[in-house]
């Protein structure tokens, strides 16, 4: 890759698949949790992924390229890492904790992602890319502070 528009296109590919991991991954994170509200802010999330998929082909379509995936292993092993959590706990409360630091690290990383991505596409001069990735970047900051105020204001103390 010699250009910033290749590593762009190569990063986007890189996201497309770990949304779709991440699409996979969420419904046993939700039915794995006894937190009512945050059964619901994963399944909300979920939904959430689902358009910021067919986000990801709108973006991939003004870009006029086939959509296209690149395996991601950091993806990939923080998906490894939720289940090992879900696996390695039988206490709820404590599970819920491990639940939402797993859902917190894929957040981190999308967040990473994203923002490189929207930083990215408005050096290429991608204006319509970028108001795309921001408004992904938004939805997860937003799904990171969900899940810190679910930490804190419930699922934290239950679980020490
Ligand atoms: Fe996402």
Known sequence: MKSL???FVHL??????AEQQIEKSLPELAQSAKSENL?????????ETKGQI?????????????PETEECEAIE???DEAQEVINATEEQPVRDAGIIASA???EHYEIARYGTLAAWADQLGLSAVSVLLNQTLEEEKKADATLNSLALLQVNQKAA
Do not use: P
């Open 104 to 106: 917190q690290a894929v």
């Open 12 to 17: 986007l590919q890189d996201i497309y698949f």
């Open 54 to 66: 067919e986000r990801l082909d709108e973006i991939f379509g003004l870009m006029q390229l086939s």
């Open 39 to 47: 059964r619901l802010a994963l399944e909300s999330h979920l939904k």
């Open 5 to 7: 528009h290749e590593l």
């Open 77 to 79: 092993g923080l998906i």
